[in-house]
T-cell receptor, first 112, second 112 residues
Framework: DAKTTQPPSMDCAEGRAANLPCNHS???????VYWYRQIHSQGPQYIIH???NNETNEMASLIITEDRKSSTLILPHATLRDTAVYYC?????????????FGKGTRLSVIA | NAGVTQTPKFQVLKTGQSMTLQCAQD?????MSWYRQDPGMGLRLIHY???????DQGEVPNGYNVSRSTTEDFPLRLLSAAPSQTSVYFC???????????FGPGTRLLVL
């Protein structure tokens, strides 16, 4: 599976959009981009995933560049409860036998 | 559904003691996995299972044993605890390897 690079930390003002970047320049054509987050001391929580089209759900939006070498997770109106570590993970999405591999992620601090 | 449950929530062991961390899920998921998370680090995969009777090693399997006799349960055994195994342990399950993983609340283990 392709490796990912994320900034170690970011701050965001409450009510503003939080844009979390992820680089995955070695991504293969059949690899999906997954985002999970981990709120302090809890188990990770799935947010969203995509292959090449932009995706949106009730939690966030995922923007994947046309060359698929990077992506951005957008939390449209960040709240204090969004303070967490966000993990960007790239893996084969429709076949294969490899589980999720977590990196160190980005620690997002939402500030009042 | 209770989702993914883990017991105990917290455990203190002495070096050399053995114990089993319990994990159960009631979602009829085929895939289950164990991760450990050390302070300031991401999650590292210990062992995983793609179905009853089938297990495989992850990134850091040494010192841990697993078995999968039923779909619901995936216990993690420490045969001879060491201080290096002090960590927070998370169990996760999903319907398949490529679908959303659901995480348990974690077990905090301290080995003295």
């Amino acid at each position: 599976d392709a490796k990912t690079t994320q900034p170690p930390s970011m701050d965001c003002a409450e009510g503003r959009a939080a844009n979390l970047p992820c680089n995955h320049s070695t991504i293969s054509g059949n690899e999906y981009v997954y985002w999970y987050r981990q709120i302090h001391s809890q188990g990770p929580q799935y947010i969203i995933h995509g292959l090449k089209n932009n995706e949106t759900n009730e939690m966030a939006s995922l923007i994947i560049t046309e060359d698929r070498k990077s992506s951005t997770l957008i939390l449209p109106h960040a709240t204090l409860r969004d303070t967490a570590v966000y993990y960007c993970i790239v893996r084969v999405g429709n076949s294969g036998n490899t589980p999720l591999v977590f990196g160190k992620g980005t620690r997002l601090s939402v500030i009042a | 559904n209770a989702g993914v449950t883990q017991t105990p929530k917290f455990q203190v062991l002495k070096t050399g003691q053995s114990m089993t961390l319990q994990c159960a899920q009631d979602m009829n998921h085929e895939y289950m996995s164990w991760y450990r998370q050390d302070p300031g680090m991401g999650l590292r995969l210990i062992h995983y299972s793609v179905g009853a009777g089938i297990t495989d090693q992850g990134e850091v399997p040494n010192g841990y044993n697993v078995s999968r006799s039923t779909t619901e349960d995936f216990p993690l055994r420490l045969l001879s605890a060491a201080p290096s195994q002090t960590s927070v342990y998370f169990c996760a399950s999903s319907r398949t390897l490529v679908e959303t993983q659901y995480f348990g609340p974690g077990t905090r283990l301290l080995v003295l």
